[in-house]
T-cell receptor, first 118, second 115 residues
Framework: GAVVSQHPSRVICKSGTSVKIECRSL??????MFWYRQFPKKSLMLMAT?????????EQGVEKDKFLINHASLTLSTLTVTSAHPEDSSFYIC??????????????FGPGTRLTVT | AQKVTQAQTEISVVEKEDVTLDCVYE???????LFWYKQPPSGELVFLIR??????QNEISGRYSWNFQKSTSSFNFTITASQVVDSAVYFC????????????FGSGTKLNVKP
């Protein structure tokens, strides 16, 4: 149980275009989803936290107009990188949490999406 | 402030050797959780263990063991009789009980196990 998927696993886009990454909780309802970014050979950096039906909370230094996050349902959150630039190339990982107690209080991580902007 | 330090950037061992990955953390909270994750070359994070700050018992799971020492704010991870499949980047992470949203990840330790 507690499986999180991401789609696509890899995407290449041209500079200036927008790209959408999906994060789905497959067998549980995710009240909270998180988006992380990982630069090559670096640690994971939390970008934002989203709760179903409300606006995402962005970490300091993350441009909310550039990284649009939507958590429209309890099983789906999307991250849209708008007007992508080569410096946005990175590995994006989502995680989902199902509740506030028990095992679903854990964060379950998706497999990640590798974005390359050319 | 909350911080996780993994001082070992990269470690190389020969198969069957034991290896310990160090993790030192800082937090002002008395209640928190510590984690270890494995990230193989494919990229996905594999959950290994979660430890509550009130539970200082060491844990063993097969070839893996964890040593939690609150006195030194350390949560070290030992792999016994390492195997090539253990090659990966290992992350230590901290989250606070009352702000479980935030994970503070260490910078990771890349483990290379050579045959």
């Amino acid at each position: 149980g507690a499986v999180v998927s991401q789609h696509p696993s890899r995407v290449i886009c041209k500079s200036g275009t927008s790209v959408k990454i999906e994060c789905r909780s497959l067998d549980f309802q995710a009240t909270t989803m998180f988006w992380y970014r990982q630069f090559p050979k670096k640690s994971l950096m939390l970008m934002a936290t989203s709760n179903e039906g409300s606006k995402a909370t962005y970490e300091q230094g993350v441009e909310k107009d550039k990284f649009l996050i939507n958590h429209a349902s309890l099983t789906l959150s999307t991250l849209t990188v708008t007007s992508a630039h080569p410096e946005d190339s990175s590995f994006y990982i989502c995680s989902a949490r199902g509740g506030t107690s028990g095992t679903l209080n854990e964060q379950y991580f998706g497999p990640g999406t590798r974005l390359t902007v050319t | 402030a909350q911080k996780v330090t993994q001082a070992q950037t990269e470690i190389s061992v020969v198969e069957k050797e034991d290896v310990t990955l160090d993790c030192v953390y800082e937090t002002r909270d008395t209640t928190y959780y510590l984690f270890w994750y494995k990230q193989p070359p494919s990229g996905e994070l594999v959950f290994l263990i979660r430890r509550n700050s009130f539970d200082e018992q060491n844990e063993i799971s097969g070839r893996y063991s964890w040593n939690f020492q609150k006195s030194t704010s350390s949560f070290n991870f030992t792999i016994t009789a390492s195997q090539v499949v253990d090659s990966a980047v290992y992350f230590c992470a901290l989250s606070e009980k009352y702000n479980f949203n935030k994970f503070y990840f260490g910078s990771g330790t890349k483990l290379n196990v050579k045959p």
